[in-house]
């Protein structure tokens, strides 16, 4: 039988426009005492729920987190008691036997036997920082769908610009395209335009414009996407405002200047870690529990003393992708443990990079919860130099590896290689 742990407790079965509630009362020791009522979801019926919840003497209380149904509940019995967000994925009830109802004393059954993990609700500050932080990446994704579009539009008009300039929306390519909208240029001259290392490649820019088919329809598509595009940016130009006007408001000064001191993490997205994560470490027990909830370390399945697929689980996704953004930065940065990680795990992944990023995401969380926790700035530590026996192993390795390619190395030139050096007097 699995005690008790919490006496007067209440279970919150979220609507759009019902709420189902279930509070259960008395000694740890005994059966619990059952009242159920039902509220409405506009706020004079949300302070109704909220004094009956005190009247009563419910300390905790449990509800689904269930779209964004479940912040307005939140938003009214915050201050007043503690409050758990529970996964639905972990409170499912028995099927065939769901109602509201007994949702809502399920809900406070797992919550009066401590079988609930609760979800981390960050302070409203962090909460506001987050809100941001996610709208700028949404709008950075619909630039990137709307630059596409942009691309469609010239390969309807035979324009094939897309395959000799890396960047349409460069210095070069928004000129060319510019000239394009005007119809007046011909193939040589929009050529012409191209600045800097794309003038190499003249040659190729006058095939891929000769013989287009841009008319009036495609300039007025494309004029569409473009005005579209500099709404966008002076959309995220504001939001960089306001997302480092709240950070300075919320007093996160010192703790985003901390992460920035990992390598590849730069303003933005340390900005994005401290919305999601927040300053205070002491929410997460260990930088494990907080690798599990973004999602960027193995998960566990073993069974029959087997281990089964170890597939990371489905955590944080707007911190695991800010922080694989990071891993690709990181790999980059020369002089970098994080940049010897991320070949080491590819090397042993059969080149596949997915896993080297993976273990690089994992290993900067890390590093952040490190930092955060001990208010010290990130100190990169060169792996020590390798012993004989490091080096004899890696000498074995890769000879195996010159033997699969067909190279044979002679039997004197690797005991030579293998044996210890010595220092002469």
């Not at 964004?68 to 915050?78: A, D, G, R």
């Not at 566990?300 to 597939?311: D, E, Q, Y």
Request: charged residues 25%; aromatic residues 6%.
């Amino acid at each position: 039988m699995i005690c008790a742990a919490i006496e007067r407790c209440a279970g919150i079965d979220v609507g759009k426009k019902v709420l189902a509630v279930c509070i259960l009362t008395g000694p740890l020791d005994q059966e619990p005492r059952v009242e159920r009522r039902r509220f409405g979801t506009i706020t004079v019926e949300l302070e109704s729920l909220r004094d009956w919840l005190k009247a009563e003497g419910i300390t905790h209380a449990v509800m689904e987190s269930t779209g964004s149904y479940w912040k307005p509940v939140f938003n009214i019995l915050e201050g007043s008691l503690k409050v758990c967000l529970a996964n639905p994925q972990e409170v499912k009830n028995r099927k065939g036997h769901k109602t509201d109802d007994k949702d809502g004393w399920w809900l406070a059954h797992l919550l009066r036997h401590a079988m609930i993990y609760p979800s981390f609700i960050p302070p409203r500050a962090i909460r506001e920082l987050r809100d941001l932080t996610r709208r700028r990446k949404r709008l950075l994704s619909d630039s990137t769908a709307e630059k596409n579009r942009v691309q469609k539009v010239l390969e309807d008009a035979n324009v094939k610009l897309g395959n000799v300039l890396t960047d349409l929306f460069g210095v070069s390519g928004q000129l060319m395209l510019e000239a394009l909208l005007e119809g007046k240029a011909q193939p040589a001259q929009i050529a012409q335009l191209a600045k800097r290392g794309a003038k190499k490649k003249i040659p190729e820019l006058i095939q891929a414009v000769e013989g287009h088919r841009m008319s009036d329809h495609h300039r007025q598509m494309i004029r569409y996407s473009l005005k579209h595009l500099l709404f966008l940016e002076e959309q995220i130009a504001e939001l960089d405002r306001d997302i480092t006007a709240k950070i300075e408001e919320a007093n996160l000064g010192p703790a985003w200047q901390l992460v920035q001191t990992v390598p590849g993490i730069q303003d933005r997205s340390a900005a994005n870690i401290l919305a999601e994560t927040g300053a205070d470490m002491k929410q997460f027990p260990s930088a494990k529990h907080l690798s599990s909830w973004a999602g960027v370390c193995p998960g566990n399945n073993r069974s029959a003393g087997k281990n089964k697929s170890s597939h990371t689980t489905g955590g944080n996704p707007w911190l695991r992708s800010a922080l694989t953004e990071c891993a690709w930065a990181a790999a980059a940065t020369k002089n970098c443990s994080l940049q010897d990680k991320f070949w080491r795990v590819t090397s042993r992944s059969g080149g596949q990079k997915a896993p080297a990023l993976i273990a690089v995401a994992h290993a900067m969380l890390t590093l952040i919860y490190r930092v955060l926790e001990n208010q010290q700035p990130f100190q990169d530590r060169k792996a020590p130099p390798l012993g004989e026996l490091q080096k004899q192993r890696m000498i074995r390795h890769h000879i195996r590896r010159l033997g699969k390619l067909g190279i044979a190395i002679p039997r004197v030139a690797y005991v030579a290689a293998a044996q210890p050096t010595t220092s002469m007097d």
